[in-house]
Each structure stands twice: as C-alpha cells, then as structure tokens.
C-alpha cells in the first residue's frame, strides 16, 4: 500500500515536471512550420462546434440586395482579401498561417465554395467573435453588425455570380479575371 501511495505521489510530481522539461528544453513545435502536436487542430475545432451549435440561430435581417453585396464586397476587400484571398488569386499570407486561413473563393473537399453552405448566422459568429488559437481576428467591435451581415450575405453567395463592379479586387488580374471594373 506504502509503495502504491509513493507511486501516485511520484507520478503526480513526475507528469507535470516531465511536461515543463519537455516545454522548456526549446524543440517543442512552436513555429509555424513546426508539425503541430497530436491533435492539436481538435482543440479548438470540437469545442467551437458545441458553442455555435447552441448559441447559432440568427436569420440574416438584411436581404442580399446588390447594394448589400457592394458595400460587403468593400469591406471584405480592405479586411478580409489580405489573410482569405479573392477568386482565383489565394494569399500567400493566409497560406502560411497555422491554422491557414481558409481560401472563401474556391470549393473546398465538401463541395461548397468557401463557406457558402454553412448557416449565415455561423459565419456571422465566426466573423463577429473571431476564433481562438487560430488568426481568426474578432471583428464585433472594428466593424458594426450591418456590416458583419453585409460580409455575411456575400460570402453566402460566392458561388454565384456577384452583381456587376461587386467581386473583391486585391490585385489587377483578379479584377479582370472576375469582370469587376478596374479604377486604379
Ligand atoms: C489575419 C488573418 C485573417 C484575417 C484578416 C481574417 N481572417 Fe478569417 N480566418 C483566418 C484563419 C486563420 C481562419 C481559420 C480558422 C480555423 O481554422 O478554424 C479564418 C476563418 C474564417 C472563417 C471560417 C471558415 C470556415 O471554414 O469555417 C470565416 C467565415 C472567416 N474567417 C471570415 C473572415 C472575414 C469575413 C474576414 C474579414 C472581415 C476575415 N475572416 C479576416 C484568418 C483571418
């Protein structure tokens, strides 16, 4: 019984030392580039899962009027285009991100372009509060809620085409490349 004892002391002591030595002795994956530890993807994705699984209900109270989808597609040009890219141009910024950030433009392996398919009120949580442990930025308070719907609506739809002079433009042979008009 004594040495039972001793055993689950030793191993109390033993488990958390072990993991400061591990952290501590400089090889652990911390750079982007480093493989990410077992399961580390999970950590946000399950619990992220259940939150939107009880707090998601919301029903767009805009309509996806072309106006709506101009002043999403400014937006998401000036905040959104640097790290989730535009059609048919990715960025390389959100390519070498861990988490990378997901390109919204192209169809990813569920058939969906970007996040098209998943519920408005989804990307409007994600968008609004951000996600944790990724790059995922909480735009609640740098952008109002007319304009997280507006981001909301336009990302519904990419796979449709945009009304004319809509599509994001990040660099000149996106703009041409998806018929918006070229300003600059
Ligand atoms: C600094 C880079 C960065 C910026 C800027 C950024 N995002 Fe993200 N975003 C990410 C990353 C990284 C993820 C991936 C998170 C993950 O793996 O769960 C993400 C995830 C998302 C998702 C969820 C994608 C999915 O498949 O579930 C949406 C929607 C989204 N971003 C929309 C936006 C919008 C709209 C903007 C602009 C208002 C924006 N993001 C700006 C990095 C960024």
């Known amino acids: 019984m004594r ?3 001793l055993g689950v002391i030793l191993g109390v002591i033993a488990v958390p030392v072990g993991i400061y030595v591990y952290f501590r002795n400089g090889t652990s994956p911390v750079a982007v580039a480093d493989h990410p530890y077992p399961f580390e993807q999970y950590i946000v994705r ?16 805009i ?10 597609a400014l ?4 905040n959104c285009a640097v ?11 959100g390519e070498h991100m861990y988490p990378s950030a997901p390109q919204l433009w192209e169809r990813h392996r569920n058939g969906a372009v970007g996040v098209s398919k998943d519920p408005p009120g989804e990307t ?15 735009f609640g308070k740098l952008l109002n809620k007319t304009q997280i719907w507006q981001l909301t609506l336009l990302l519904s739809q990419p796979g449709k085409p945009l009304p004319v002079g809509t599509a994001p433009k990040h660099k000149r042979e996106d703009a041409r490349s998806t018929g918006a008009e070229q300003k600059d």
């Open 3 to 5: 040495a039972f004892l």
């Open 46 to 61: 399950i619990p992220l899962q259940a939150r939107l699984e009880t707090q998601v209900q919301q029903v767009p109270p």
């Open 63 to 72: 309509e996806p009027t072309s106006a709506n989808l101009t002043a999403g």
């Open 75 to 78: 937006t998401y040009s000036q």
């Open 83 to 93: 790290c989730h890219g535009v059609a048919g141009h990715s960025s390389q910024i």
């Open 124 to 138: 409007y949580w994600k968008i609004a509060n951000g996600i944790r442990l990724t790059g995922m930025p909480a």
